[in-house]
Each structure stands twice: as C-alpha cells, then as structure tokens.
C-alpha cells in the first residue's frame, strides 16, 4: 500500500513557477510508475505527465511541454512536477498518483493510489 500527498500548490501570478512535491509512504515507492493529473474548473482530469519507477522515461502533455518538469528521488520517495511560466488555464487542482504495469503513453497509464490533491491557482 502506498499514500501520497500533495504539497507545494498556491496562488502565483501568470508567469511564476511553483513546484509540487508528492511525498509517498512505503517501502515499494521505487516499484511504481508515478504522474501528474490535474482538474480544472468545471474540466474532466486531465493526464499531465508520468515518470517511470526508475525515472528513465517520462511523458508530458503537449499542454505544458517546455513549462513542466517530472522528476523523482526514489531515496526519498519523493515525486515532483516543476512548473514555470504558469498561466491562468493551468489553474486546477493537482494530483499526484502511483501505479504499475507497463511503460505506455500518458493517457494509457493506469494508477492504483492517488493523492487528496493540491490547489495550484494562477492569477492573470
């Protein structure tokens, strides 16, 4: 069993940068693939990016691609999403999540634990 939780979400104007932290317990981290979801106002969830459990490979949404970052320290059972250049459209609630099975693409990917989640908003 892994839980997740999220930290690092905030108010920030349209250009500055944030950075999430997903800190998970157990002692399995380093098995599980890891991503990024999101959940705008009144959108569906939305995929954003994913690492593989040895951090080898890694998606990211056309969306954010060249705004985003994933990264993680399976040492620390830490997972990571760097933001910069934050816009307004990227305000949503963020989720981290965890799940095994093979390496796909980013909408593919299958997630067995999530977190509760953490507001990101970006003011214009």
């Known amino acids: 069993q892994v839980q997740l939780v999220e930290s690092g979400g905030g108010l920030v104007q349209a250009g500055g940068s944030l950075r999430l932290s997903c800190a998970a317990s157990g002692r399995t981290f380093s098995s599980y693939h890891m991503g990024w979801f999101r959940q705008g106002p009144g959108s569906e969830r939305e995929p954003v990016a994913a690492i593989s459990w040895n951090g080898g490979s890694a998606n990211i949404a056309d969306s954010v691609k060249g705004r985003f970052t994933i990264s993680r320290d399976n040492a620390n059972n830490m997972a990571y999403l760097q933001m910069i250049n934050l816009r307004p459209e990227d305000t949503a609630v963020y989720y981290c999540?965890?799940?095994?099975?093979?390496?796909?693409?980013?909408?593919?990917?299958?997630?067995?634990?999530w977190g509760q989640g953490t507001q990101v908003t970006v003011s214009s």
């Open positions: 999540a965890a799940g095994g099975g093979l390496w796909t693409n980013l909408r593919s990917m299958r997630y067995v634990h």
